[in-house]
């Protein structure tokens, strides 16, 4: 599976920086952001070092579709019971800050702090 030692998702992934994880297997993590936006704000991440959705093909719907249909069970299981949003940035134009891969998906009563 591809890694890059410098990207912090790549060694919160690895085990080799703590987060306040939520759910693991073999090719997904989730944890919560460190910075909320949403009383619950969670970011599920594929483990391998995939950039961004500019760099998604067609091999990587599997994995995709995983983490689309696992998130549901997640919000649910952090009680989240009327509705969550899903939030991918891509690249520099779509304001993304973490070039590794991953889906905010944010839920819980509003007002929220953003998003
Ligand atoms: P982006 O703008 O790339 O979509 O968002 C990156 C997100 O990652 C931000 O919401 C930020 O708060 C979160 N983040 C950045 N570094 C860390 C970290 O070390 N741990 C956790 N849990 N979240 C992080
Ligand atoms: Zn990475």
Known sequence: MSSDSNCIFC??????????????????????DIHPWAPVHILMVPKAHIVSMADVTAEHAPL?????????????????????????????DGSQEVMHLHMHVMGGPRPWAKG
């Open 64 to 92: 995709l579709g995983r983490m689309m249909a696992l998130s549901p069970r997640l919000m649910r299981e952090l009680g989240v019971t009327d509705g969550f949003r899903h939030v991918i940035n891509t690249g520099r």
């Open 11 to 32: 060694r919160i992934a690895a085990g080799q920086i703590p987060a306040n994880k939520v759910y693991e297997d073999d090719e997904i993590v989730v944890f919560h």
